[in-house]
């Protein structure tokens, strides 16, 4: 992950938090602490923005719905949902 913006901060961190550090920094192979953070780090960004992103495809799906597909949509989910109660129920 070496690129031209590399820059050195510095922060301080609870004992507990640098035991999960290192446990990802051994469990993924990692030689270094700064490594881990580097993966952490990456990994909630692709998560936290993947999440958004389909957030805002989701909403503009749902707004490009005509009122007849609004409609089969809810009848959809009605059914789902009577056909897990009737499921959970015979459990």
């Known amino acids: ?9 510095t922060i301080r961190l609870e004992g507990d938090v640098l035991t999960a550090i290192d446990a990802v920094a051994k469990s993924s ?3 270094s602490r700064r ?3 580097e993966k952490i780090l990456l990994r909630w960004y692709e998560v936290a923005w993947r999440r958004k992103e389909l957030d805002r495809e989701t909403e503009a799906d749902y707004k490009s719905l ?3 597909e609004i ?4 009848a ?9 109660m009737q499921r959970w ?3």
């Open 66 to 68: 005509t009122p007849e």
């Open 29 to 31: 192979g990692l030689s």
């Open 89 to 91: 129920d015979d459990e």
């Open 1 to 9: 992950m070496e690129n031209a913006l590399n820059a050195e901060i």
């Open 76 to 84: 959809w989910v009605r059914f789902a949902s009577e056909q897990a």
């Open 71 to 74: 409609a089969e949509d809810r």
């Open 35 to 37: 490594a881990a953070i």
